[in-house]
């Protein structure tokens, strides 16, 4: 039996007192890639906000990586967040740092301690995402791409059970838009289970998944061809 990464029933999300989504079902299954779409304002990042507890469930129930997001204390939110990889449009680097020690800080904050056993894995992560020989370059020397694929790797290091980006190509052009998507196709054959947030239907159209639709405060799969 496949293991079940996020459920929700009859799930609200709300902004403030604003009800923005309402009457959410949905099963996410360990390994699958799952596309959020709708218009500006439709709830997109919301739904996500949701999702790694940044706005709580107040309305249905959820769990995310076995965590109950209703029952779920202040306190325990980064215990959840240690097990998403969560990557944002605007890649949110550290300026002032190299990217080794922009991965180095997050590693630190999350418990690791052995040097060796740092470097080594700030080594792996960068090599998933073809940024090895980039570990001593500065944020602002990189191109918009290239940041991406270190905030990817930032959310790979500790070997999350869920990747949530949202809009992670958005601020990037169509070919390096491919590139990135390229890296969390990769990622995603690995067995990693990806919820990705997008305006951009051109990449929905050349790697088709599952298509979530965020339309009128509700949630629903859409086919490709109603896209
Ligand atoms: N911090 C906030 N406080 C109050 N209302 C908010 C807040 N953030 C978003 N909203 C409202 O919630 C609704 C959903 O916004 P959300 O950002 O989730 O949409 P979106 O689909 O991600 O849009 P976009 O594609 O423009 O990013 C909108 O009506 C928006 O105005």
Redesign the pocket.
Known sequence: MSETIVKLKDAA?F??E?L?LNHIDLEVKKGEFVYVI????????????TLYADLPLRQGSGNVVDFDLKTMREREIPFLRRKLGIVFQDFKLLPDRNVNNNLKFVLKATGWTDPKKMDDKIGEVLDKVGMKTKGFKFPHELSGGEQQRIAIARALLNDPELILA??PTGNLDPQTSVEVMKVLQDINQNGRTIIM?T?DYALILKYPHKTLK?DGSKVFEVIQKAI
């Open positions: 999300v902004q403030n604003n923005v709708g218009k500006t304002g439709s709830g997109k990042s919301s739904f996500m906000k949202d809009e947030a305006h965020c």
